[in-house]
């Protein structure tokens, strides 16, 4: 009796082998993201939170369409709030300054939710994108902070220079970082920004010669175009390091450039307070996830999505 069970097993087992060898052979091997340090070594999303420890201040440079980004900072957000509690504070480059009053009113209670959105600047993407976040800061009382230029201010300076900032109101003035603003345009980010276009003697030189000149820089200086962008940046930083207390913890989301490679917002930061401790995540899109590319190496962690990462929206 013995020997026919064996027997039958066994020819179960050799009936099986051959079947599932004409299907289809599965695997892991298409994640929507993969985690790497800034060694280039694949982490896990465990590890990644350990070492967000170590700062004070996080910046999460997202791609503005991509859902990885989005439902990442929602996961982070939680999980640091289940480290930190209420001393952690939420912010992004999404929401400008001028916009804190009723953003506080919002978590008040005193503005309701429909009110909040006719009243506020929000980007197109903000119902599917950024609502879960401030939702869950709000039911949660954490503070959220608008920490970027009112987008006026940054077009007066494109347009008509730097200077035109001491003309402004100090309600106005009370929306950005202290002036005189300080500018570095040797910095990486912003000579790279720089690199496509003329100097300012040069734009000068052109003006001379034709009033019609067909400059790329139209509007002003090509360093006003700079200074626009930078002013982005020290706003973002002064405001994060203004709402901070000694045992917060900032968590802040921003477009990638604003913080990969350790500058923009991370220069600002240090410029205002030298000591701070930063961890920075970029997201970043390769043909293949599973072999991280060392050139893209500009944060402490990089969240590798595939280029086909589907979007959230038609830019």
């Given amino acids: ?44 999303y465990s590890d990644m939170i350990k070492h967000l420890q170590e700062a004070e201040v996080c910046l999460f440079g997202e791609l503005h369409d991509d859902p990885i980004s989005h439902w990442m900072e929602v996961n982070l957000v939680k999980d640091l709030h289940s480290i930190y509690g209420k ?14 009053l009723l953003i506080d009113e919002t978590f008040q209670g005193l503005v309701d939710g429909q009110s909040y959105v006719e009243s506020s600047k929000l980007w197109p993407n903000f ?4 609502l879960p976040i401030i939702q869950f ?20 300076i494109y347009k008509k220079g730097i ?3 001491d003309s402004l109101s100090p309600v106005a003035k009370s929306y950005l970082p202290p002036l005189p603003i300080h500018f570095n345009l040797e910095e990486g980010i912003y000579k790279d920004m720089a690199r496509p ?45 203004k709402n901070m207390k000694n045992d917060s913890y900032f968590f802040h989301f921003n477009g990638e450039l604003h913080s990969a490679n350790n500058t923009a917002i991370c220069y600002y930061l240090r410029h205002y307070k030298p000591n701070v401790r930063i961890k920075t995540i970029s997201i970043v899109k390769q043909d293949n996830n599973l072999e991280f590319d060392k050139n893209n ?18 830019k």
Avoid: C
Wanted: no cysteine.
């Fill in 127 to 130: 119902d599917t994108d950024y």
């Fill in 197 to 241: 276009f003329p100097t300012d003697e040069e734009y000068e030189a052109s003006k001379a010669k034709a009033k019609n000149s067909k400059s790329p820089m139209t509007n002003g200086k090509p360093s006003n175009l700079v200074k626009a962008q930078a002013i982005k940046d020290a706003t973002m930083a002064y405001f994060i390091l």
């Fill in 163 to 165: 200077e035109y900032l």
């Fill in 1 to 44: 009796m013995r020997h026919i069970f064996t027997l039958l097993v066994a020819t179960l087992a050799v009936t099986f082998n051959s079947y599932s060898q004409t299907l289809p052979q599965y695997s892991n091997d298409k994640p929507a993201y993969v985690i790497f340090n800034k060694s280039g070594e694949m982490v896990k």
């Fill in 297 to 314: 190496i500009r944060a402490d962690f990089m969240i590798v999505i595939p280029n086909d990462m589907s979007v959230t929206y038609v």
């Fill in 87 to 100: 001393r952690l504070v939420v912010g992004a480059e999404m929401w400008e300054t001028d916009n804190q």
């Fill in 137 to 156: 800061a709000k039911s949660k009382k954490l503070r959220f902070v608008a920490t970027n230029i009112p987008r006026r201010y940054a077009r007066i």
